[in-house]
């Protein structure tokens, strides 16, 4: 039997949410110190970046959510002209993050979303 590695079934899952919701260009998982653990990135888009620049945006949101009495943090938004990047907290040490078009439908993306963060943070169980 040939045993598949945490990275592949993670990568497999990145590439089934880009799948089932075109509306999303790119994804990864990261850790909340800003480590890669698996991407699913075009190859013009540096994975270190992504990850420092996505464990930064948590670790505010976290600290906004908290400071302000909202409880725990289980997403971030950033809307821009050309498109957004939302991250979904997947478990107590990852991040799901996605890079989304511009006039995606966010409520599917979201839905989905969630769904792949649960399944990621069943993972890295």
């Known amino acids: 039997m040939v045993k598949v ?3 592949e079934v993670l990568t497999t899952l990145l590439r089934n949410l880009e799948a089932s919701l075109p509306d999303i ?11 890669m653990v698996a991407s699913a990135l075009p190859p013009e888009l ?8 996505s ?8 600290k ?9 943090l289980s997403e ?3 809307g821009g002209e050309n ?8 478990g107590e040490s990852a991040v799901l993050t996605a890079l989304v078009r511009k ?10 979303m969630k769904r792949t963060a649960d399944d990621v943070s069943g993972v890295l169980r």
Do not use: N, Y
């Open 55 to 62: 464990a930064a945006m948590l670790l505010l949101g976290k």
């Open 103 to 112: 006039d995606a439908k966010l409520g599917l993306v979201f839905l989905d």
């Open 64 to 72: 906004t959510a908290k400071e302000l009495e909202k409880g725990e």
């Open 25 to 35: 260009e790119a994804s990864a998982v990261i850790t909340v110190d800003g480590f």
């Open 46 to 53: 540096e994975e270190d970046r992504v990850a420092a620049l």
């Open 83 to 90: 498109g957004s990047v939302v991250l979904i907290a997947s």
């Open 76 to 78: 971030v938004f950033v």
């Open 5 to 7: 590695s945490t990275v």
